[in-house]
Nanobody, 115 residues
Framework: QVQLVESGGGLVQPGGSLRLSCAAPESIFSSYTMGWFRQTPGKERELVATITIRGTTNVADSVKGRFTISRDSAKNTAFLQMNSLKPEDTAVYYC?????????WGQGTQVTVSS
């Protein structure tokens, strides 16, 4: 069973920042595109950002300019730096590892943006 271990969620005020982390097994991290999705109750899961093993990134328009995805091969960890957070960013954020044949999902971490 592949485990993606997420951390870094929490409560933050509007305009604040959080950094999410996602640790993966080396065998997965070295060959899979890493990404983040988010979901709020009653809505479909939404792509936030992805980063390939070469470092090519794709960021949703709704967070472009505020969120940055990165990956650290030495730590087998992907990061989502979230700045200028808005209440509408409130969601459960899921880490993913996307391969040719399957996608692995983390357990999710709650991000709440509220004053």
């Amino acid at each position: 069973q592949v485990q993606l271990v997420e951390s870094g969620g929490g409560l933050v005020q509007p305009g604040g920042s959080l950094r999410l982390s996602c640790a993966a097994p080396e065998s997965i991290f070295s060959s899979y595109t890493m990404g983040w999705f988010r979901q709020t109750p009653g809505k479909e899961r939404e792509l936030v950002a992805t980063i390939t093993i070469r470092g090519t990134t794709n960021v949703a328009d709704s967070v472009k300019g505020r969120f940055t995805i990165s990956r650290d091969s030495a730590k087998n960890t992907a990061f989502l730096q979230m700045n200028s957070l808005k209440p509408e960013d409130t969601a459960v954020y899921y880490c993913t590892a996307q391969g040719t044949w399957r996608t692995y999902w983390g357990q999710g971490t709650q991000v709440t943006v509220s004053s």
